[in-house]
């Protein structure tokens, strides 16, 4: 997947165990592992402000873009009427 999660980068950075940001941003300790090991399929925009007021981020700093190598299948763009 392109879109890559470094959730455990910034835990890192502040010097912050996962329990504790579960704490603060009332998730389960199972939930922040699934969202650092990035087998998650999506986020929802309330949690990831959560994440990003408790560790002082942008979401730039937690999710990171980078486009899959060439010879595996993309997504298409939507076709417009």
């Known amino acids: 997947m392109p879109i890559i999660v470094r959730l455990d980068v910034m835990l890192a950075l502040r010097k912050m165990r996962s329990r504790e940001l579960a704490e603060r941003v009332d998730l389960t300790e199972q939930n922040i592992s699934?969202?650092?090991?990035?087998?998650?399929?999506?986020?929802?925009?309330?949690?990831?402000?959560?994440?990003?007021?408790?560790?002082?981020?942008?979401?730039?700093?937690?999710?990171?873009?980078?486009?899959?190598?060439?010879?595996?299948?993309?997504?298409e763009a939507p076709q417009r009427a």
């Open 34 to 75: 699934l969202l650092k090991s990035g087998k998650v399929r999506g986020m929802r925009f309330d949690t990831l402000e959560r994440i990003c007021a408790v560790l002082n981020c942008q979401p730039g700093d937690i999710l990171v873009y980078e486009p899959e190598e060439a010879g595996t299948p993309q997504l």
